[in-house]
């Protein structure tokens, strides 16, 4: 039950921020955030994972070439507080400058 919880959470705190368009949509506890460019994902992912989100890099050529993705797992031990924070952090990247938009 908390692990639908937090995938409900997700879903609507993304909905909610506007990133939804960035996502693959999802119903399970796997979402990925599409950030094209092996550089760009990993750039992403490095930052997330030093902020303590355990978040991976899904690069070219095992995707397609620009639509490299972060891949996200949800936990039934993920807090709200985790979500909420993945979610503003994701925001930096995808609703800024920090990302190269080749």
């Not at 490095?46 to 070219?60: A, E, T, W």
Request: glycine share 2%.
């Amino acid at each position: 039950n908390k692990l639908h919880r937090n995938i409900e959470l997700l879903r609507s705190c993304l909905e909610n921020s506007k990133l939804s368009p960035a996502f693959i949509p999802s119903e399970s506890a796997i979402h990925c955030c599409v950030i094209s460019g092996n550089d760009q994902v990993k750039i992403v992912a490095k930052v997330l994972q030093q902020k303590g989100f355990d978040v991976r890099p899904i690069l070219s050529p095992t995707v397609p070439q620009g639509k490299e993705r972060l891949r996200i797992c949800l936990h039934s031990f993920n807090s709200e507080e985790d979500i909420e924070r993945l979610v503003t952090e994701l925001q930096h990247f995808i609703n800024s400058d920090q990302l190269d938009n080749d």
